[in-house]
């Protein structure tokens, strides 16, 4: 078995510093959480220093090793990483959605098309790729626009909680559907609504799939400096193959050199332009 690549130093102080894993860098606000998240392009929610990639709490802890712990409710840095997602998702100025295989994450608003191009589910497309419960939901969704948990579920005719939680899901992965607001009284709820509402031009916009590829790549590689070999794949959802399709991409247009099988690295140009490496 091939040994997992080691990230150098270097690499690490960089990704401090562009993934606010610094205490003078600390998100504290949700003003900071949207600038940090324009800044770096796209990033996790609720993941530690076990998962690769940025993330909004461990910007908020603000250090590299920061670990979620398993009493989250009595941990003031999850909590406080709970509220300023809630405050960025109604706030609306970046996206917030479950994802591919189950992963939630904030995207800024240029990096919706490149995304959307590889997971969105078009308009014409959704009898095709949509499920049964899926379609139910969103046609009353169109009709009335936003709707609570509860009344949605009531209204669609999708009753049964996992049936609904699923195709609620698929919506979020397609692309179609997303949290605008959460209440917590009299009970936990989520507004859902269609995202075209807040981001119709970012939706709108078509871009071919190979150039998706390579500006999600861009945009993960500006930010971490290297990526070793699965590391881009797992931040993002993609498959590994496409993953490796625009690593390749941003080599042969000299953003990035390939410094061993799996593993690129900023071009050291780029690299000044971003922050010395």
């Known amino acids: 078995m091939r040994p997992k690549p080691e990230i150098p130093a270097e690499i690490e102080e960089y990704r401090d510093e562009r993934w606010r894993r610094e205490g003078t860098r600390q998100v504290e606000t949700a003003l900071d959480a949207e600038r940090f998240i324009e800044q770096i392009g796209f990033a996790a929610c609720l993941t530690d220093s076990r998962r690769p990639g940025p993330s909004l709490y461990v910007a908020v802890c603000g250090r590299r090793d920061a670990v979620m712990p398993r009493n989250v409710q009595k941990d003031p840095e999850a909590s406080l990483t709970w509220v300023l997602k809630d405050e960025v998702v109604g706030r609306g100025k970046v996206y917030y959605a479950k994802f591919a295989r189950g992963k939630t994450m904030f995207l800024a608003p240029r990096m919706i098309p490149y995304f959307h191009a590889v997971w969105g589910v078009r308009r014409s497309e959704e009898k095709r790729r949509l499920s049964r419960d899926a ?12 709707m609570s948990t509860s009344e949605l579920r009531d209204a669609s005719g999708v009753k049964d909680r996992k049936a609904f939680t699923r195709g609620v899901d698929e919506l979020q992965a397609a692309m179609i559907v997303v949290p605008s607001q959460v209440f917590y009284q009299p009970k936990f709820t989520y507004i859902w609504t269609v995202g075209v509402g807040r981001f119709p031009e970012a939706l709108a916009r078509r871009v071919s799939r190979d150039t998706a590829l390579r500006e999600i790549a861009r945009c993960f590689l500006a ?55």
């Open 135 to 146: 379609q139910a939901i969103l046609s009353v969704l169109r009709k009335e626009w936003e």
């Open 223 to 277: 930010g971490a400096g290297m990526t070793i070999p699965g590391e881009m794949a797992r931040v993002t959802g993609l498959p590994r193959p496409d993953a490796g399709r625009g690593n390749r991409a941003l080599v042969a247009e000299g953003y990035a050199t390939m410094r061993a099988p799996g593993v690129y690295q900023l071009a050291a140009s780029r690299a000044l332009e971003a922050g010395s490496l």
